[in-house]
Each structure stands twice: as structure tokens, then as C-alpha cells.
């Protein structure tokens, strides 16, 4: 659909690349979800909560902000400033992580 899309073959592919996994995510997290809080009925299931949580969504926030402001900007066209801002934000994301596994930052 994307190469015979013609003008908006590009939309329908970033598309595609952010609703996929976006997609997968919701499904797999909201089915567990349900069957967590539906084998603990009547009680309540408590969410077991953690830092990195907040961590991983932030990085997460900030790539897809990112790419919101730069594919606009450069005409719907994918090129090295996008590339190079998302690994960025990738290493950035992956030295902290590593760095508090090592136990170099505290968590």
C-alpha cells in the first residue's frame, strides 16, 4: 500500500512503523492486564511499580517527539539528522540503563 500510495506512499510507511509496534504493545500489555485482574477476581491485581517504567516511557515520549518535529520540518523526507537524533536518544536511553546495572549510577 505504501509504494502505490503515491504522494502519501511516505505517511503510510511511518505510519505503519509507529503503529505496529504501538499496536502490539497496547494488545499484549492489555490482554495480560485483563487476564492478571480477571484470575485475581474479586480482589483487586496491584501493579507492581518501578522506576525504569518511567525511565523507558520518557525515552520513549522523546524519540516519537522527535520524530514528530523533524519529519514535518524536513518535508516528510527520512534523512541522517532524523537517523543520528534517534540513535542519540537510543544511546542516551542504553548508557543509563547499562550505567545502573553496573551499578555506576544508583537506581
Known sequence: MAVNGGADGVQIAISGCYAGPMFNTLIGLGLSLVFQSWSKYPNSYEIPGDNSLYETLGFLMSGLLWALVVVPK??????????????????????????????????
Open 74 to 107: 524536513k518535508n516528510m523526507r527520512l534523512d541522517r539528522f532524523l537517523g543520528w537524533g534517534l540513535l542519540a536518544i537510543y544511546s542516551c536511553f542504553l548508557f543509563l540503563r547499562l550505567a545502573k546495572l553496573f551499578g555506576l549510577l544508583k537506581a
